[in-house]
C-alpha cells in the first residue's frame, strides 16, 4: 500500500464505492416509486369512498338524471387514470 500513489489508492478507493454509490441510486429510486405508489392508493381509496357514498345514495325508481351521469363519469373516469397511473399498469384485453 505504502509503494502505490495517491492516484491508484483513489482508483481503488473510487472502485470499492462503486456497488454502495448503485446501491444509494437504487434506495433512492424505490423510494420514489413507493411514494409515488402510496400517493395513487390513496387518492384510489379516496376515490373509493366517493363512489360509494355516489353509489350507496340511489334509491329503488330513482330518475337518473344528467347531473348524475356526469357526476358518475367523473368517478369513471378518475378512477381510470388512477389505475392506468399506477406503476406496471395494464390495459385489460
Known amino acids: 500500500m505504502e509503494n502505490q500513489s495517491v492516484?491508484?489508492?483513489?482508483?481503488q478507493i473510487q472502485?470499492?464505492?462503486?456497488?454502495?454509490?448503485?446501491?444509494s441510486t437504487?434506495?433512492?429510486?424505490?423510494?420514489?416509486?413507493?411514494?409515488?405508489?402510496e400517493d395513487?392508493?390513496?387518492q384510489l381509496v379516496s376515490l373509493a369512498h366517493e363512489g360509494i357514498q355516489f353509489l350507496?345514495?340511489?334509491q329503488l325508481g330513482?330518475?337518473?338524471d344528467s347531473e348524475w351521469i356526469e357526476k358518475r363519469n367523473e368517478i369513471v373516469q378518475q378512477a381510470q387514470r388512477l389505475v392506468l397511473d399506477a406503476p406496471n399498469a395494464?390495459?385489460?384485453a
Do not use: D, H, S, W
Open 40 to 42: 395513487l392508493y390513496n
Open 7 to 11: 492516484q491508484q489508492l483513489l482508483a
Open 62 to 64: 330513482q330518475v337518473i
Open 15 to 23: 472502485q470499492q464505492l462503486q456497488p454502495l454509490t448503485e446501491l
Open 90 to 92: 395494464k390495459q385489460p
Open 26 to 37: 437504487l434506495l433512492v429510486t424505490r423510494a420514489e416509486i413507493q411514494a409515488y405508489t
Open 56 to 58: 350507496g345514495g340511489v
